[in-house]
């Protein structure tokens, strides 16, 4: 069991996400940055679906009742247990009665805790994350407070302390041309591709709003309600784009001048309010070669843990 | 742009680089959403996308990047959308019990202004109608409903209320509906209703699916 001493800005249960419920209205929701998430649950031997704490800058404390394994990936909170420093992107060994403290960030905005069984909240819906909005999922639907009890699923059986190597940060984002990209003006295309983009302070798990040029639309009406998805990127009519990100809901209506990779999603998780952000236009196989690369590197993970260095 | 297959009234193009989509001209037509909702009944039988998702008189079908060609997908909706006949499947009738007015429907008196009907005659005119879900969004179990008698329609609120209670009956343009949980929302409300629209621990949460006949019913005497 763990228990929340202080919850820091925004800490939730989260995994995967729902897949296969977007007809029925239902967001994905999940870890906004899933390699971080699938790096700290391959470290523990967890399967893939288990849940993880996604912890939104600090200070968090965190107890421990039982002994166990513990990994922390996505930003470095500069974490310690019992005051002794943890690096980030490794496992480490706790005990019973130890108290993990994420002290917070200078980079990055989101650091993910996996534990050794996964956080053992029941599954709605098919996953264990969160659902803010709705309010289902995770921990009785919010964020976590000063007391809550999370269960643990079986302690595994690790012998040493191991690392991985995290991908580094860029602000290069990704993306592909969108469904209207051609409806907007000349100066505008070349505006998303070329200016540096602000983050919001105005962005959460649902979206990220960006601040730069506005982009104006020259052709096409109103559009009809359509699906979107995690990494749309849509233009209302004020001519800032917003990335949609994990919890967005299911259906919009604004024009799609673009959609950032799966692969790059990742790095606007990790994107603070005020930095500066660049797409970068890329194609589909690109995008694919892209996330053939991050399986890779957990594959690769794999070989070495089974088979020492 | 690259990757559309155009025929005609609808055409069919890659979103990203791991959805595909099936777009229909406006305007929106109930024969169109019923050639929606039968491709969406065939894709969901091939088991091989991770959702998919109508839309107003349009189709989105997500898929493994690395498990499918986004390419061959196109040409197969090209091809089921031509075999796409509108078959109507006998709808499901949902009645949805409402109470109009009142402190459950506080921009009742605005609808009748805006229309030019009594309240009665807006509560009449409103619960008198068979509607049609067209498709879920927004939020889970939120139905967009067609329908709507022209005369309700009415512009959504200038400022939208930062918190609508579960279950209000609203209507926004010329399109109503109603909220499953409380959020943020812009539409004039008429009603609630105590029906719970949405339960995750239910198998089937959503209480309304598209191609559903909604009824509204009004309960007891309404109060302006």
Known sequence: MLEILRPGVQTTVQDLGRHGLRHLGIAQSGALDAPALRLGNRLLGNTDDCAALEIVLGPVEIRFHRDGWLALTGADFSATLDGQPLWCG???PYRSGQCLRLNGTRHGMRAYLAVDGGIDVP???????????AGFGGHHGRALQAGDQLPQGSAANLARRLGAGHPAWTPAIRALPGPEYHEFSAAAQAALWSQPWTVSSHSNRMGYRLQGPELAREHGGELLSHGVLPGVVQVPPNGQPIVLLADAQTTGGYPRIACVIEAD????????????????ACDAATARAALRQQQAELKRLDWSMQYGH | MENTLDHGEASFYLMGERAAIVHSMPPATLSCQRRIWWLADVLRTRQRYLDIVPGMNNLTVVFDPLGCDGDALLAELAGLWQQADSAVLEPRRVEIPVHYGGDAGPDLA????HSGLSEDEVIATHSGTDYVVFFLGFQPGFAYMGGLPEQLATPRRAEPRLSVPAGSVGIGGSQTGIYPAASPGGWQLIGRSDTPLFDPQRAQPSLLLPGDSVRFVPQGAHHA
């Not at chain 1, 599954?123 to 909005?133: E, N, S, Y």
């Not at chain 1, 994107?271 to 660049?278: I, N, V």
């Open chain 1, 90 to 92: 490794w496992r480490w």
């Open chain 1, 123 to 133: 599954q709605v819906l098919g996953a264990r994350a969160t659902d803010l909005k």
């Open chain 1, 265 to 280: 999603l990742w790095k606007l998780a990790q994107a603070r309010p005020g930095s500066e952000l660049q797409f970068l």
């Open chain 2, 110 to 113: 605005e609808v009748s202004r």
